[in-house]
């Protein structure tokens, strides 16, 4: 374990790794981790002890590939790591929340190998392999993640290892989850989630304004016509 005291110390001591989103770096060939204190001691929902349970997770899941020669996908890695570390209650969600609401998470399949460096992307593919993790630890219990890596680990095949795990298919899963965690109101999730709370109930009254206008305006035009039927049963034959 190697406690960088600077983020000069930090990147020196981790070449080739892109730092702009990193706090630990873990290498499971070598059995090392490096953290980054002082970056970790400036981030609000970060610490050092939950970084560092995430960079161990990477080794416990290094330690698996190396011994079945089967890799895992980078979402289930960093899935099982966030999910691992815990997170501290204030964490914010609301980018995820969002991407939820607007039906805009990327595919499982597609963070397999890399994922985005935009970096409110990146903290939404976090998010999503750590939901989608916590959903299988829900449905079939925390056994789940062991029973996978330990199939990995004797050389299955990762969608086998799951099928073997849980009795579905990943894209049976994937679908299930996304049923799951999708708002029963997209639209005001995706409001509560990208406005203040100031502007969110700005946006609702405007909103029952519109409602109570328009329930006025239907009434005024039934009185009318009321009022129009009326003459006409008042005015004479002709």
């Given at each position: 374990m190697v406690l960088c005291g600077s983020t000069d110390q930090f990147r020196r001591a981790t070449p080739g790794v892109d730092h702009r989103h990193t706090l630990g770096v873990a290498y499971p060939a070598r059995k090392v981790v490096y953290l980054n204190c002082e970056e970790i001691e400036r981030r609000r929902f970060e610490s050092l002890d939950i970084t560092l349970r995430h960079e161990l997770s990477h080794l416990i899941v290094g330690e698996v590939v190396r011994r079945g020669h089967r890799r895992v996908p980078l979402w289930f890695d960093e899935g099982v790591a966030v999910w691992n570390s815990g997170k501290i209650p204030c964490y914010d969600q609301r980018d995820f929340q969002r991407a939820v609401a607007a039906g805009?998470?990327?595919?499982?399949?597609?963070l397999a190998d890399?994922?985005?460096?935009?970096?409110?992307?990146?903290?939404?593919?976090?998010?999503?392999?750590e939901s989608f993790v916590r959903y299988l630890v829900r449905e079939h219990g925390e056994r789940v993640v062991r029973d996978i890596l330990q199939a990995a680990a004797r050389g299955t095949d990762f969608e086998a290892a799951v099928r073997e795990a849980t009795g579905a298919d990943l894209a049976v899963l994937e679908e299930r989850w996304l049923r799951a965690?999708?708002?029963?109101?997209?639209?005001?999730s995706w409001i509560v989630n990208t406005f203040s709370l100031f502007s969110t109930m700005s946006v609702l009254a405007l909103v029952a304004f519109y409602i109570y206008w328009r329930r006025r305006r239907r009434r005024y035009q039934e009185w009318e016509m009321e009022e129009s039927f009326r003459g006409q049963e008042d005015s004479p034959w002709r």
């Amino acid at each position: 374990m190697v406690l960088c005291g600077s983020t000069d110390q930090f990147r020196r001591a981790t070449p080739g790794v892109d730092h702009r989103h990193t706090l630990g770096v873990a290498y499971p060939a070598r059995k090392v981790v490096y953290l980054n204190c002082e970056e970790i001691e400036r981030r609000r929902f970060e610490s050092l002890d939950i970084t560092l349970r995430h960079e161990l997770s990477h080794l416990i899941v290094g330690e698996v590939v190396r011994r079945g020669h089967r890799r895992v996908p980078l979402w289930f890695d960093e899935g099982v790591a966030v999910w691992n570390s815990g997170k501290i209650p204030c964490y914010d969600q609301r980018d995820f929340q969002r991407a939820v609401a607007a039906g805009r998470l990327a595919p499982l399949a597609r963070l397999a190998d890399r994922f985005p460096l935009d970096v409110v992307a990146r903290g939404v593919a976090y998010e999503q392999s750590e939901s989608f993790v916590r959903y299988l630890v829900r449905e079939h219990g925390e056994r789940v993640v062991r029973d996978i890596l330990q199939a990995a680990a004797r050389g299955t095949d990762f969608e086998a290892a799951v099928r073997e795990a849980t009795g579905a298919d990943l894209a049976v899963l994937e679908e299930r989850w996304l049923r799951a965690i999708r708002p029963w109101w997209p639209w005001a999730s995706w409001i509560v989630n990208t406005f203040s709370l100031f502007s969110t109930m700005s946006v609702l009254a405007l909103v029952a304004f519109y409602i109570y206008w328009r329930r006025r305006r239907r009434r005024y035009q039934e009185w009318e016509m009321e009022e129009s039927f009326r003459g006409q049963e008042d005015s004479p034959w002709r």
